[in-house]
């Protein structure tokens, strides 16, 4: 099992950005798709955004296509998301995850995750 650290989450203000990061330790995650989820109060988890193992493949929840990106660097077994233009909607608990081998971006969506990070809060004021 990978363990999966996040950071980078903090108070910002609408139509600001934040980048969120994921260092992963334990093993390589090198051939793994990453993705993100979040969960706001009172709400299930919801995926965010996937990538595939190289990077080439990625996939996004309408809410945020446009405003976050996600990108990886395996050399440094990290995975990032790049947030813009922020919405109050955005505020959640946002998690790192780990799929399986050579999954495709959009897997996410209907397999379940290998591992999981602790998580780190972001809040988005109006």
């Known amino acids: 099992q990978a363990q999966l650290v996040e950071s980078g989450g903090g108070l910002v203000q609408a139509g600001g950005s934040l980048r969120l990061s994921c260092a992963a330790s334990?093993?390589?995650?090198?051939?793994?798709?990453m993705g993100w989820f979040r969960q706001a109060p009172g709400k299930e988890r919801e995926f965010v955004a996937g990538?595939?193992?190289?990077?080439?493949?990625?996939y996004y929840a309408d809410s945020v296509k446009g405003r976050f990106t996600i990108s990886r660097d395996n050399a440094k077994a990290t995975v990032y998301l790049q947030m813009n233009s922020l919405k109050p909607e955005d505020t959640a608990v946002y998690y790192c995850?780990?799929?399986?081998?050579?999954?495709?971006?959009?897997?996410?969506?209907?397999?379940?995750?290998?591992?999981w990070g602790q998580g780190t809060q972001v809040t988005v004021s109006s």
């Open positions: 990538i595939n193992w190289s990077g080439v493949d990625t």
């Open positions: 334990g093993r390589t995650i090198s051939l793994n798709a």
């Open positions: 995850a780990m799929g399986g081998p050579y999954w495709s971006a959009v897997s996410f969506v209907s397999n379940d995750v290998a591992s």
